[in-house]
C-alpha cells in the first residue's frame, strides 16, 4: 500500500476560485496534517508528502530570492503562481496558506515519513505555455528549497495530475526516481483544465463510490528511468449527511486493497491535506477505519506500507537482481 498527499495549500488554485469554503479548508488542513502524522504513526504506516516547493520557505524575502529565472508563460496568467506573489503576506505567522515550513519541519519529525516533490511553484505541465526550459528550472528550484531542511526530493507527483511523458527524462536529471502516474481509464488521464470536462468529472466521481471498473493491481513501471507508481484511488471527504457514501468508498478502496494483496501488487491512495481540512474527526475516523482494512491484509496477506521512494528503490533492486542472475 502506497498513500501520498499533495500537500499545496493556497498555492495549488487560482485566487479567484479560493471562496470561503475552500478557506477554511486551508486553515484545517494545517490542524489535520499533526492528527494525521499521529494516527499513521500510532499504525505503523508510511506516507509520501508531494510538496510545492514554495511551501519549504517561512519568510517571504527568502522565498523571492529563490524563484527561478525561467518561468512559464501559460496563455492564461492566472495559472501562474508568480501572478500572485504580491499578495504573499511576510512570513509562515502572517500567511499560512503560503508557507509551510513549520509543517514540513513537524512531517520530517515522525517515522517513515516521505518529503516529495509536487514541483516548485505547482507547475501545469500540459497547459498552454509550458516549456522544457522553465519546466528543468521549475525542477531545479525546488530541489534547491528542499535542500534548505536536509530534504532530497526522490519521487515526484505532477500538479493536477498533467503528466507529460516528454518531460520524464527531466525530472530522471534532476534526481527523481519515482512519479506517480495516472490511474486507470480515460477519465483519469492528466489532460488541460480546458479538455478536463464535466463527463470526466462525472465518471471520476462515480467511480470513487460504484465498482464501474474492475479492480487491478497495481504494477511499477520503468518509464524514461523512473518507476511509476500509478494511482489506485483518490480518497473524497467524508459525507456528513450522506454517511452511505463513505461506507460505499470504504468497501471500494478495501476491494483494491485486497486485489492487491492477494495479487502481490500495488494499492496507490491519494487526497490532499485539505481534504481533511472541514469534519476533520469525521474524516480522520474514515481514514482510521481504511487503515483497519490494510492491517487486515497486512495480517492476511502479507501486505506492506511503504513510501514512494522505498517501493522505487525495491524495484530497482529487484531489476538490478534479475540482470545479475540473466548474466
Same mark, same amino acid.
Given at each position: 500500500?502506497?498513500?501520498?498527499?499533495?500537500?499545496?495549500?493556497?498555492?495549488?488554485?487560482?485566487?479567484?476560485?479560493?471562496?470561503?469554503?475552500?478557506?477554511?479548508?486551508?486553515?484545517?488542513?494545517?490542524?489535520?496534517?499533526?492528527?494525521?502524522?499521529?494516527?499513521?504513526?500510532?499504525?505503523?504506516?508510511?506516507?509520501?508528502?508531494?510538496?510545492?516547493?514554495?511551501?519549504?520557505f517561512d519568510e517571504r524575502d527568502e522565498m523571492l530570492s529563490q524563484l527561478p529565472a525561467q518561468r512559464p508563460s501559460y496563455a492564461d496568467p492566472a495559472l501562474s503562481a508568480y501572478a500572485r506573489l504580491n499578495d504573499v503576506g511576510r512570513n509562515e505567522r502572517e500567511d499560512p496558506l503560503h508557507f509551510g515550513r513549520s509543517l514540513l519541519r513537524r512531517i520530517g519529525a515522525y517515522p517513515r515519513q516521505?518529503?516529495?516533490?509536487?514541483?516548485?511553484?505547482?507547475?501545469?505541465?500540459?497547459?498552454?505555455?509550458?516549456?522544457?526550459?522553465?519546466?528543468?528550472?521549475?525542477?531545479?528550484?525546488?530541489?534547491?528549497?528542499?535542500?534548505?531542511?536536509?530534504?532530497?526530493?526522490?519521487? =515526484?507527483?505532477?500538479?493536477?495530475?498533467?503528466?507529460? $511523458?516528454? *518531460? /520524464? %527524462? +527531466?525530472?530522471?536529471? #534532476?534526481?527523481?526516481?519515482?512519479?506517480?502516474?495516472?490511474?486507470?481509464?480515460?477519465?483519469?488521464?492528466?489532460?488541460?483544465?480546458?479538455?478536463?470536462? =464535466?463527463?470526466?468529472?462525472?465518471?471520476?466521481?462515480? $467511480?470513487? *463510490? /460504484? %465498482? +464501474?471498473?474492475?479492480? #487491478?493491481?497495481?504494477?511499477?513501471?520503468?518509464?524514461?528511468?523512473?518507476?511509476?507508481?500509478?494511482?489506485?484511488?483518490?480518497?473524497?471527504?467524508?459525507?456528513?449527511?450522506?454517511?452511505?457514501?463513505?461506507?460505499?468508498?470504504?468497501?471500494?478502496?478495501?476491494?483494491?486493497?485486497?486485489?492487491?494483496?492477494?495479487?502481490?501488487?500495488?494499492?496507490?491512495?491519494?487526497?490532499?491535506?485539505?481534504?481533511?481540512?472541514?469534519?476533520?474527526?469525521?474524516?480522520?475516523?474514515?481514514?482510521?477505519?481504511?487503515?483497519?482494512?490494510?492491517?487486515?491484509?497486512?495480517?492476511?496477506?502479507?501486505?506492506?506500507?511503504?513510501?514512494?521512494?522505498?517501493?522505487?528503490?525495491?524495484?530497482?533492486?529487484?531489476?538490478?537482481?534479475?540482470?545479475?542472475?540473466?548474466?
Amino acid at each position: 500500500m502506497v498513500i501520498s498527499l499533495d500537500l499545496e495549500q493556497a498555492w495549488g488554485s487560482e485566487p479567484q476560485r479560493i471562496g470561503p469554503a475552500e478557506l477554511a479548508a486551508y486553515h484545517g488542513a494545517r490542524r489535520a496534517i499533526p492528527r494525521i502524522l499521529d494516527l499513521v504513526a500510532e499504525r505503523n504506516v508510511a506516507l509520501t508528502w508531494a510538496t510545492v516547493g514554495l511551501l519549504f520557505f517561512d519568510e517571504r524575502d527568502e522565498m523571492l530570492s529563490q524563484l527561478p529565472a525561467q518561468r512559464p508563460s501559460y496563455a492564461d496568467p492566472a495559472l501562474s503562481a508568480y501572478a500572485r506573489l504580491n499578495d504573499v503576506g511576510r512570513n509562515e505567522r502572517e500567511d499560512p496558506l503560503h508557507f509551510g515550513r513549520s509543517l514540513l519541519r513537524r512531517i520530517g519529525a515522525y517515522p517513515r515519513q516521505e518529503i516529495a516533490g509536487h514541483s516548485f511553484s505547482h507547475y501545469y505541465a500540459l497547459e498552454d505555455g509550458n516549456d522544457p526550459e522553465s519546466f528543468a528550472a521549475d525542477l531545479a528550484a525546488a530541489s534547491k528549497a528542499a535542500a534548505s531542511l536536509g530534504v532530497e526530493l526522490k519521487s =515526484l507527483v505532477f500538479p493536477r495530475n498533467q503528466v507529460k $511523458e516528454a *518531460y /520524464l %527524462p +527531466l525530472c530522471r536529471s #534532476a534526481g527523481y526516481e519515482s512519479f506517480r502516474g495516472t490511474q486507470q481509464g480515460g477519465s483519469h488521464d492528466g489532460r488541460p483544465r480546458r479538455g478536463d470536462h =464535466l463527463r470526466h468529472r462525472a465518471a471520476r466521481l462515480a $467511480e470513487t *463510490y /460504484l %465498482p +464501474l471498473t474492475p479492480n #487491478a493491481p497495481g504494477r511499477p513501471v520503468v518509464t524514461a528511468g523512473l518507476v511509476n507508481i500509478a494511482a489506485s484511488h483518490f480518497l473524497r471527504p467524508a459525507q456528513i449527511r450522506l454517511t452511505a457514501l463513505d461506507q460505499l468508498q470504504r468497501i471500494r478502496i478495501r476491494g483494491r486493497m485486497r486485489c492487491a494483496a492477494q495479487r502481490r501488487g500495488i494499492c496507490h491512495i491519494w487526497w490532499h491535506p485539505q481534504n481533511f481540512g472541514q469534519d476533520i474527526d469525521q474524516n480522520l475516523h474514515m481514514l482510521g477505519a481504511i487503515l483497519d482494512d490494510y492491517r487486515r491484509m497486512a495480517d492476511d496477506f502479507g501486505m506492506t506500507s511503504v513510501t514512494m521512494a522505498e517501493l522505487a528503490s525495491s524495484c530497482r533492486r529487484e531489476r538490478s537482481d534479475a540482470a545479475g542472475l540473466a548474466a
